[in-house]
């Protein structure tokens, strides 16, 4: 009779479930490589198409007009970029706040959203209905709490060679002030999830971007059907929607490392907020495409293998082996984010880091559960990770 009773079925389990997660990193790390070398091929500078800057928000007067002023310096030609900010349903005068830079920037339209149905996600109704204004061949999301670059549109446009269809750019947490320890964590828990998203579109897959710093062709978007199958699902207006694309596999997929294209975009400012902010991030795991929901499902598999094994291992249930894969797990968490840093030009942080491995496992245990069963609140509304569905295809076009 073996010491260990529940071996060798539980190493088996570590094993066989962290091997897709493992695998995946090494392809991160070897697509986040790749990534300086995909923005060498740049689109000729004389291309430049139309614009439309689309920006959902709800309560951002205090924010606002700091981004539109941001999209007032832009080195690209002002004539080729409209902007649309979509005043959803604002308590704060967030329309007022953009309307007052319409003297400043005579291609600003603000769309003002009185009702969201009850059975649609109000980010996407916000887009789509700013979609129905614009009339860019690119179109470029953001959020109204961030800031830009002057470089930002003409950087990422340029990375708009003939097949690319999308362009996702980084995203950083940065309000300019020295943070006490439990936003820096926060925010490089951000970043590693921005990591993975550039490393994985630099290996030819694509599992997530950020809808801050997103822009794609209106054609990408219309052929891909747009938000139609997950127009219910709370979350998901970037990720869903890029898995989406990469599905369809007409467009080619890039990620931009350019300086000039990370954004900056205020963190949530308590931790109650933080928490609610990944349970809806953690939501839209269910609607995944096959293989992210595969990879999801695996990895899942493999962190709650990792949280219990201590506690069977101490009861005698099980051997020492887990110890291995944990250290594997944090090797190539380490990998991806040392090449990160690198490759954005990002300032390490590995004390922050190390606490934020710590808290890896569990916390994403409970956002993938807590976001599924949960719900959460988000923009002063209460959500559970779907709505009624409906069909949006009518609203998209012009």
């Not at 990375?159 to 006490?180: K, M, S």
């Amino acid at each position: 009779m073996p010491d260990f009773p529940w071996e060798p079925f539980w190493t088996l389990l570590l094993l066989f479930s962290g091997s897709a997660y493992l695998f995946t990193l090494n392809r991160i790390v070897r697509g986040l490589v790749n990534l300086p070398l995909a923005n060498a091929q740049r689109q000729a500078q004389e291309w430049q198409p139309k614009v439309s800057v689309i920006i959902p928000c709800r309560d951002e007067a205090e924010h606002i007009g700091l981004a539109l002023d941001d999209l007032g310096k832009q080195d690209y030609p002002a004539e080729l970029i409209q902007i649309i900010v979509v005043d959803d349903r604002s308590a704060d005068g967030t329309g007022d706040e953009a309307r007052s830079r319409k003297e400043k920037l005579p291609n600003l339209t603000v769309v003002t959203v009185d009702f969201c149905p009850e059975d649609v996600s109000p980010k996407k109704h916000a887009i789509l209905q700013g979609l129905a204004k614009a009339d860019g061949e690119i179109i470029i999301t953001t959020d109204g709490d961030c800031r830009f670059k002057p470089g930002w549109i003409k950087e990422m446009i340029a990375c708009f060679a003939p097949d690319v269809g999308v362009v996702a750019g980084l995203t950083v947490f940065d309000r300019n002030i020295e943070e006490p320890h439990w936003q820096k964590i926060q925010q490089t828990d951000y970043l590693s999830h921005s990591f993975f998203a550039a490393g994985a579109i630099g290996s030819g897959m694509a599992f997530n971007c950020n809808g801050s710093n997103l822009a794609l062709r209106r054609e990408t978007f219309e052929e891909s059907g747009g938000y139609d199958q997950f127009s219910q699902v709370v979350t998901g207006d970037d990720t869903l929607l890029i898995q989406r694309i990469k599905q369809n596999g007409k467009w080619r997929i890039h990620f931009c490392t350019y300086p000039e294209t990370i954004v900056r975009s205020r963190p949530e400012e308590t931790p109650a907020q933080v928490f609610n902010q990944r349970l809806r991030w953690g939501s839209g795991g269910l609607s995944y495409s096959p293989t992210a929901l595969a990879l999801g499902l695996t990895t899942f598999v493999f962190f709650l293998s990792l949280f219990l094994s201590p506690l069977f291992w101490l009861g005698g249930l099980v051997s020492a082996n887990w110890m291995l894969f944990f250290v594997l797990k944090a090797a190539q968490e380490v990998r991806v984010m040392k090449r990160g840093w690198q490759i954005f030009g990002i300032t390490e942080n590995w004390q922050i880091f190390s606490i934020l491995e710590l808290l890896h496992i569990p916390a994403t245990l409970i956002f993938a559960i807590g976001g599924h069963l949960w719900g959460f609140r988000w923009k002063g509304q209460k959500f559970n990770r779907t709505r009624k569905h409906i069909n949006l295809s009518e609203t998209i076009t012009k």
